[in-house]
């Protein structure tokens, strides 16, 4: 009688322990909003990514030149001290040239020694004399007289002229441009993408921007005056963007 007792109590355990697995692992028995749920956030996770860039060219109005004064003497007391009067009459020479003081920066004062290529008796390195420097970073913002300025500076006693580069004053404007170019040129893409897809954009779910310096491109204007100064070409620069731009999409209704 008990072990007939104990079967039956084993036997409706198993039962009742089925009826609990049934709802938990079979797909047939699933709830049907638990489905339609699941669909859901598989189409809300949709999406669409491209890239867009904007281009603008823009003539370059400032000028930056780096160039200074370089002498050498026996002693270094001599070469910096003749250093420093060449270099206040290069300095008067570019004010006279219409650069401001503000348009000024000394970049570099430097003295050191130089040695002859060869040795003493003692083995040591001789010493030839000292070397002086300085070098001045310039602004010219009127590009028609840059020809001018550098023949100022060499007649004045410049003797070092590191180089040139030109800049876009209202390079943040430019840049506004080529962005809002780049955008347009993203949106264009992926309203297409979205249309050839038979989708709706939905909202913007990330952007990513990356500009560059201005390139110069070929075209290029000769900028000398009719005195004959030194002829500098400041040609023109591209700005540029680059944006990546991330939609949700859903299929159109």
Do not use: C
């Not at 489905?35 to 060219?57: H, L, N, P, Q, Y």
């Not at 500076?153 to 002229?161: D, E, L, P, S, T």
């Amino acid at each position: 009688m008990r072990t007939r007792l104990s079967i039956a109590t084993l036997a409706l355990a198993l039962v009742l322990a089925g009826a609990w697995l049934i709802p938990a692992f079979s797909p047939a028995l699933a709830s049907p909003a638990a489905t339609e749920g699941t669909m859901e956030d598989d189409m809300s996770k949709r999406t669409i990514s491209v890239s867009g860039s904007g281009r603008v060219s823009a003539s370059p109005d400032i000028a930056v030149v780096t160039l200074g004064v370089e002498t050498q003497a026996d002693e270094a007391t001599t070469a910096f001290t003749e250093n420093g009067q060449q270099m206040q009459a290069l300095m008067d020479a570019l004010k006279e040239a219409k650069v401001v003081s503000e348009d000024m920066q000394t970049q570099a004062v430097r003295l050191y020694p130089r040695y002859e290529d060869k040795q003493d008796n003692a083995g040591q390195n001789v010493l030839a004399g000292y070397t002086a420097s300085n070098i001045v970073q310039v602004y010219v913002r009127d590009l028609e007289t840059i020809g001018g300025v550098l023949d100022a500076a060499v007649q004045a006693g410049g003797n070092r002229i590191q180089g040139i580069r030109f800049e876009i004053s209202e390079y943040a404007a430019y840049l506004d441009q080529a962005r809002e170019a780049a955008w347009r040129d993203a949106m264009h893409k992926a309203q297409q993408l979205a249309n050839l897809s038979g989708s709706e954009l939905g909202r913007v779910i990330t952007i990513n921007e990356s500009s560059h310096d201005p390139q110069p491109i070929i075209e290029r204007a000769m900028l000398a005056d009719s005195a004959g100064s030194t002829p500098i070409e400041a040609g023109r620069q591209i700005v540029e963007v680059n944006v990546k731009v991330t939609w949700s999409i859903s299929e159109e209704e």
